[in-house]
């Protein structure tokens, strides 16, 4: 066989491999987000069980519990992107999987308001294991493919969020208890595929020691600091989580109050938000950044994305409401488009920190966006105050509309790059 013919079958080879661990990553993020979205429909009525009734009781302790799901999320990230970097995306991803799967078991059984309550913890430090599953991809996937990857991320999310609260809203009506237990289900699946076939993807050559000092929020920040343009590429981000969060947080109330929406036909809105997203993250990415390259993605993702927001607050209908959702859909090409952009800038050993960085920022987002998004909304349709419904929303565009003017100045700064490859 010539040196040729061996290279290639070599090269098939490898390229074999790292399909096989994408689609793993694919698979254990797909699980993941189903599980998360099988305990959507039950968690609101399941703290409402646990005080008697009382609605506006177990809204507050909602809200109590995403942000300290936030906090969990944004102090666990550098410490689990440290770790993979010290040992290895595969025990990390594993550990976060099991712990995960446990976290589930324990609110299936929370005999109290406080095993609740821990079990929040647990959730949000464990799911900080997705920007382990970034790291991961960076590692197996070269740099002018990354955002193609990401984006089949991006749409497997997507399926998981439509496919999991219609299976907990079913599993819902046999028993409050019944969808966490099936989340609990679906995770341990994910982390025995996991231990069967998930290969690790760190070369021990590229791994870095472990530090306490580096892992935690400001560690992070440093770190960002520390790699020229990620620290605004990171804030960019920031500002796009911070925007995305009015969604959790006052859709419902928004779409009840001014369309008198159902809760069928709000499910129904989210679904096709989730299709939008699939759409572009599975099947535009690729070909747009191929066009406009990975700079053009962000920004259009930014711009589509607070035009949709803007649509949204304007729309005095519901079905001008409706009409905004395929181009907020397209907020979806930033994701790829970032992701290709930061795993550039730093090296093999610096991934997992990385990652574990931007995810800790995310987790900021969510400290901060229930009050913040809440607070408007209730301002601005309380008795005494002008009445602009939409008002969230329009503050949700304008910090998307921040973070396109930062977009265009770091890519004005940015040394020109050869398109990516289609």
Known sequence: MSDGTQNSAQDAKRERGRRAAVGFILVSVWLDVLSLGVIIPAFAPLMQQFNHGDAGAAAGWMGIFSTVWAAAQFFGAPVL????????????????????????????????????FVAR????????????????????????????????????????????????????????????????ALTLVGALYGVFVLPESLKRENRAPFAWAKANPLGALTFLKAHGELLPLAAVNLLLQLAHYVLPTIFVLYASNRY?????????????????????????????????????????????????????????????????????????????????????????????????????????????????????????????????????????????GVGALIAVVLMARAPKAAKVAA
């Open 81 to 116: 992107g440290g770790l993979s970097d010290r040992f290895g995306r595969r025990p990390v991803l594993l550990i976060s999987l099991f712990g995960l799967s446990v976290d589930y078991l324990v609110m299936a059984f929370a005999p109290t308001m406080g095993w609740l």
């Open 260 to 400: 008198g929406w159902s809760l069928k036909m709000t499910g129904s809105a989210m679904a096709l938000t989730g299709v939008c997203n699939i759409i572009v993250q599975g099947l535009l990415v690729k070909r747009v950044v191929a066009w406009i390259g990975e700079w053009g993605a962000v920004l259009a993702g930014l711009v589509f994305g607070g035009l949709g927001f803007a649509i949204y607050g304007m729309a005095p209908t519901g079905w001008l409401f409706l009409l905004g959702t395929p181009v907020f859909g397209l907020i979806g090409l930033f994701g790829p488009g970032f992701q290709g952009l930061i795993t550039r800038r730093v090296a093999a050993t610096e991934q997992g920190r990385l990652q574990g960085a931007t995810s800790s920022l995310a987790g900021l987002a969510g400290i901060i966006a229930p009050t913040l998004f809440g607070f408007t909304y209730a301002w601005f349709v309380a008795p005494g105050h002008a009445y602009v419904p939409g008002s969230a929303f329009f503050l949700a565009a304008t910090f998307q």
């Open 121 to 184: 913890v647990i959730s949000g430090f464990t799911a900080a294991g997705m920007a382990v599953a970034s790291a991961y991809i960076a590692d197996v996937t070269p740099p002018e493919k990354r955002a193609q990857t990401f984006g089949l991320i991006g749409a497997a999310w997507g399926v998981g969020f439509i496919v999991g609260p219609a299976i907990g809203g079913w599993l819902g009506d046999i028993s409050l208890r019944a969808p966490f237990m099936g989340a609990a």
